[in-house]
């Protein structure tokens, strides 16, 4: 019997590879979403814009619970994932806007 010795099978271990690639390419996208959107709390102190669009927050959640369902995905882990992610980026404009305020460069 495979895998009870404590030699993992062969396709647990491609499984898990597969897994680590999604993992990584998840971890760039995320990076490369949080640079786009220091831009954008960049822009909206600037122009002293509030650090919170609740109204495109509601639309992006809609949006994203569409595409969700139809990847087979659950909605309701899509809209968490999000809102993690819009927490997020909030306290990054938050954070952009009172070093603005201070005369401060960007921290981004």
């Known amino acids: 019997m495979s895998g009870t010795s404590g030699n993992p099978p062969p396709e647990l ?12 390419a998840i971890v760039h996208l995320l ?7 220091r831009r954008v ?16 927050e509601q639309r992006q959640i809609a949006r994203l619970r569409a595409l969700a369902e139809a990847a087979g995905l659950e909605p309701e882990l899509a809209e968490k ?23 401060r460069q960007d921290p981004s």
């Open 13 to 24: 271990l491609a499984l898990r590879a597969s897994i680590d690639n999604l993992d990584a």
């Open 41 to 56: 709390g960049a822009l909206k102190a600037e122009q002293a814009m509030p650090p919170a669009d609740p109204a495109r």
């Open 81 to 103: 994932f999000l809102n993690f992610i819009v927490r997020e980026v909030i306290r990054h404009h938050e954070v952009i806007a009172r070093a603005r305020l201070e005369g």
């Open 31 to 37: 990076a490369e979403r949080f640079k786009l959107t």
